[in-house]
């Protein structure tokens, strides 16, 4: 009697630990259940964050046009070549919309792009970085070799102008502007030289050469500056930037030796006495935020926006 009880308490306590471990067992699971349920929301949680953050910018946002100030080269060139210069009686006259925010630099026009990322501007190809993103027009990206090649349009020629009575310092740095040296450094600032230049000559001059002008010259013309002083230590050069018309006129009233103009010059600057001379080709880029998704436009969209004809996003592409 007494081996049957402790055979029927053994079978007992058996069944029991089996209960025991099936419920942790069981346990086991659903916490490693529960660990890769969270796992997987997490995942969930994570891809919805990246989609949203890529689809932050909204083209129903307006539009924020900027555009350099009224005696800009660049923009001078800019509005002819888009079609937003247009002829009221018998007058050219400018039609960027009003509600564009101005800006007299190229520094600070890239600066006001980079940091909007519903803006849009335009700059000197050659001062193009990767703060801000070109786009392409017409279905062309904006290099260096198509606007050699002729299929990107949107170009103007970079001029320096003198009066007749040049110093001979202000004519050797001219020289070595024109030179095979100068435009070297030309090309490797992403400009487009001049054909067949020919090798620099020291006249000897010394002295000091007053440049003064445009915001888009300016780099290159620094860069030009550098290479100079190298080829002739005599000459000292000082470079004022502002604007082209501010150039010609200070090299029309004797205030620097060499005026700069991202542009051709007028006929009134010419008619006051300037000799101008190409020193090489730029291209001129539309530029928007690198948040903006937009790779491309057509010249006419582009135009459309500047006018104020555009106003939204989604109203100009």
Not at 17 to 44: H, M, R, Y
Not at 163 to 180: H, P, R
Request: charged share 25%; proline share 2%.
């Amino acid at each position: 009697m007494k081996r049957s009880a402790a055979i029927l308490l053994a079978g007992v306590m058996v069944l029991g630990l089996a209960a025991c471990g099936a419920n942790e067992d069981a346990g086991s699971t659903k916490d490693t259940n529960q660990g890769t349920e969270s796992t997987a929301d997490k995942a969930d949680t994570d891809s919805s964050s990246k989609d949203d953050k890529s689809g932050d910018w909204d083209s129903s946002n307006d539009i924020t046009v900027v555009s350099r100030e009224d005696g800009s080269g660049t923009r001078g060139a800019f509005v002819e070549l888009f079609g937003i210069e247009e002829e009221v009686d018998g007058e050219k006259m400018d039609m960027t919309t009003e509600e564009a925010n101005i800006t007299n630099s190229t520094s600070v026009m890239m600066s006001s792009v980079a940091q909007n990322e519903y803006s849009i501007g335009y700059i000197s190809l050659g001062s193009l970085n990767d703060t801000v993103k070109a786009l392409k027009i017409d279905g062309t990206e904006a290099t260096a070799e198509n606007i050699k090649a002729g299929t990107y349009k949107i170009s103007r020629p970079f001029n320096i102008a003198v009066k007749e009575d040049a110093s001979e310092a202000a004519q050797d740095f001219i020289n070595y502007i024109l030179s095979k040296e100068g435009q070297a450094v030309v090309a490797d600032n992403n400009y487009i030289p001049l054909d067949n230049p020919e090798a620099y000559t020291s006249n000897g001059a010394s002295g000091k050469v007053v440049v003064a002008g445009s915001s888009s010259v300016s780099p290159v013309m620094e860069k030009l500056k550098e290479a100079y002083a190298d080829a002739n230590s005599k000459v000292e050069i000082e470079i004022q930037t502002s604007d082209s018309t501010t150039g010609m006129q200070n090299a029309i009233d004797g205030v620097c030796d060499i005026g700069m103009a991202s542009r051709e010059l007028k006929d009134s600057e010419l008619d006051a006495g300037l000799t101008p001379t190409v020193i090489a080709l730029d291209g001129i880029a539309v530029i928007v935020n690198n948040d903006n998704p937009t790779d491309e436009m057509t010249s006419e969209q582009v135009r459309s926006i500047f006018t104020g004809d555009a106003l939204a996003w989604d109203e100009a592409l």
